[in-house]
T-cell receptor, first 114, second 111 residues
Framework: DAGVIQSPRHEVTEMGQEVTLRCKPI?????LFWYRQTMMRGLELLIY????????DSGMPEDRFSAKMPNASFSTLKIQPSEPRDSAVYFC????????????FGPGTRLLVL | QKEVEQNSGPLSVPEGAIASLNCTYS??????FFWYRQYSGKSPELIMF????GDKEDGRFTAQLNKASQYVSLLIRDSQPSDSATYLC???????????FGTGTSLTVIP
């Protein structure tokens, strides 16, 4: 199994630009999570999906952030327009919906907004 | 508000010693408790999970849960330099879907 796949692994952009982060969950996993990690705030849950449906997006910082999951094998997190304070590592994680003890994290996308 | 608190450290222990990592949580509805290890520049990986009060052992690792006092700890026996990492505590409520993470404790094992 290839594990959770994220792209790009690194992204450097300028303030005001649109950023799109991509995630492919582990095949057969029903839940998908987007996290943001910074030194100051640690690992924060942004949004999660069950069976491609967004369940809780209360962690999304503001309207500049949006996430979609058009099918079971693909999700995107979009920031438009980006700001320097969005600089962080963004992780995607997936797990089976029922009875799973853990979630499996992707390698993360390191985002730097100049 | 669901808060998970950890001492950020850094915690330094000599090789072969016991490392003790602590975590407290605010929501009494928390049901499941997890310890993740994160090496620098890498993603978190699960070490252990625990549901019931008491101790749970897995090799050199022991998780301890005390729901009355709302704390969970991780003991690492015979610490090795390869244990040097940041350890994240996480909890879930009875719905089980949302993981709430602490900010992590940095551990350094000195050879």
């Amino acid at each position: 199994d290839a594990g959770v796949i994220q792209s790009p692994r690194h992204e450097v952009t300028e303030m005001g630009q649109e950023v799109t982060l991509r995630c492919k969950p582990i095949s057969g996993h029903n839940s998908l999570f987007w996290y943001r990690q910074t030194m100051m705030r640690g690992l924060e849950l942004l949004i999660y999906f069950n069976n491609n449906v967004p369940i809780d997006d209360s962690g999304m910082p503001e309207d500049r952030f949006s996430a979609k999951m058009p099918n079971a094998s693909f999700s995107t997190l979009k920031i438009q327009p980006s700001e320097p304070r969005d600089s962080a590592v963004y992780f995607c994680a997936s797990r089976p919906l029922a009875g799973a003890e853990t979630q499996y994290f992707g390698p993360g996308t390191r985002l730097l907004v100049l | 508000q669901k808060e998970v608190e950890q001492n950020s450290g850094p915690l330094s222990v000599p090789e072969g010693a016991i490392a003790s990592l602590n975590c407290t949580y605010s929501d009494r509805g928390s049901q499941s408790f997890f310890w993740y290890r994160q090496y620098s520049g890498k993603s978190p990986e699960l070490i252990m999970f625990i549901y019931s009060n008491g101790d749970k052992e897995d090799g050199r690792f022991t998780a301890q849960l005390n729901k009355a006092s709302q704390y969970v700890s991780l003991l690492i026996r015979d610490s090795q330099p390869s244990d040097s990492a940041t350890y994240l505590c996480a909890v879930t409520l009875n719905t089980g879907n949302q993981f709430y993470f602490g900010t992590g404790t940095s551990l350094t094992v000195i050879p």
